[in-house]
């Protein structure tokens, strides 16, 4: 029966950067290739930062696979970037420009919906040529097996199809990599929850703020005090004609801290020095979150299993080197080895040999290396024993600390040193970094700064009500199989759709009465669902996607 489904060479699953990389290095190598892709359009599903780096040692670069990509498909290249410590109102600012520019050819601001659909509609132009192409609005929802073999997709839209080689590109929420056993979900401390606002600015007022020119932008990263305990960081970055504003933080540390992350967003947008950027021109247009994996722990170093290659973030590989993230790239060089070693491997008359491989190259070109630096593992043996980040802290607060840290900065070496490419990989993931050090040196060495926020943030309901979804009735994605508080409970602070005083959201929290007793119970309502993936790692539930085209659309992305 099988036998009489359509049949591709390669299926790829997925139309971000790798997918996207993927498909576009096999239709060159003439590989008939078909892209599946659930949301409406490619991007409409998908939520980056973001700046996309091109790095000088990469394998494969966005524009080396498409020509026009700078011109066409980004905001703007980002010329400085700078790091602000903050403690209260007190701010000192450090030029990390060089660390910037390390191994970096160029790196412009995207946003997602402009840039993704672009390369889809290169890609199925491509893809055509080989008889395949390009098809949105599909989820694959399973991997075709046949005795025990990968053998292709199933989907919900379509029959079930064949393929040789199966890339999957579908990101940190990926159904084809769990299928396949090559992606735990279980610990939060693997991953991070980035969550983002983006807010019209008209051209000319990014200019005047930020004193850039037209083909110019900046990047402005933020730590220290601003988000209480919780580990991570707050960015702003320039778009074309808007900015986008968001925090990255570990998981775990947001459900350790029961922190909301819609509020910790709203901290970064109403500080002062924000004031000064925003006052008068607030509206934001766009509320998004996604959960982004931690490369240093997650990123699978053999990311393939029979003919199904995994790539980009559903293989872990996002990395956090310090104050950058770097993702984008790193799908794209994945995918596009994924595309190569299959082009390869066929033409030795071996495609079975594609896995191992993609796996070897991602070795030998230096990406797996990167991904999982030696360094960070040898400096979080020792700097996340938590008898050893409590003494740090402590030491860094004491009186001699911040004797260190006045010496340092006037010295200029702190600036330095954060501009250190090497350092930057190693940063254990522990309070200090994120919060203590970047506090003390803005209460040493910092300005205050006085601008006041002239609006007010939107609140969660407006957010959610701005969103655009195509609401799936009668077909949860997301089943709660525990709805115990102990279970469940995380979800109700953690997911960027809900608050502890906020009913009208995903998750929450309610009291029960049942025969004379009470008890707390977690409830769930898909609806206002931005699918960033949260609560499929910090509750108990049976999480999937929606159907294809179903749930949130994202305009920016
Ligand atoms: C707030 C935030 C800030 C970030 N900042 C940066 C940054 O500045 N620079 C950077 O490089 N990276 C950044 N990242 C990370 C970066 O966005 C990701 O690493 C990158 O998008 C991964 O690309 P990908 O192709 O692997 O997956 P994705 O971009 O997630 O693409 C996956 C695609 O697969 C589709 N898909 C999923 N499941 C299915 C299915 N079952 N069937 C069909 N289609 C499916 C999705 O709709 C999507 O289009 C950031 C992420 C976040 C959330
Ligand atoms: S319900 Fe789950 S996947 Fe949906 S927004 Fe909340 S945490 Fe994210």
Redesign the pocket.
Known sequence: MTDEHEHYEAVV?????????AAAVLARNGVETLV????VE????????????AEESAPYTVDALFPDFREEATERPVTDYYLHNVAGEKVETFDITDLHEHDTAWSDAVL?RRM?SWMADRVHEMASETGGGLLTD????GLLRERGEIVGVT?DELDPIRADLVVA????????ARDAGLMDWEEPEEW?????AVVDVPPEIIAERFGVADDEGEAHLFSGDLFQDVRGGG?V?TNEDSLSI???FHLDSIVEQEAEPHQLLDNLLTHPLLADWLEGHYDEVEY??????DSKKAANPSPHEGRLLV?????G??QAQGP?????????S??ALAGEAFAEAKLRGKPEQAGDLYERKLRDEGVMGKLRPKGYRVASALGERDAVADLTDSLVSSSVGRLGVRLLGGAGLLEDLYSSPYLSQIVPDTQTPYVTLPTVIAEELGERVTGEADFEPKDLATRIGDLTYDTDVGNPHIELRDNSVEASGAAVTACPVSARDFGGGCYREETVKTNGSEQKRVSLDTQPCVE?GTCAVVADTDW??PR?GKGVEYKEG
């Open positions: 699953v997925g139309a971000g950067p790798g997918g996207a990389a599946l892709e659930r949301g490619a991007g409409s599903k998908n939520v980056t930062g973001g700046l996309v780096y997602r993704d599909v989820r694959v929802n989907c590109a579908d990101g940190v929420n990926s159904e084809l991070f929850q980035g969550v983002k960015f970055y968001g925090s990255v998004s979150a996604k959960l982004v994996p790539v980009g973030d559903a293989a590989q996002m950058i993230i770097k993702g984008m790239n790193h799908a794209v994945a995918g960033c999937e996607h294809g």
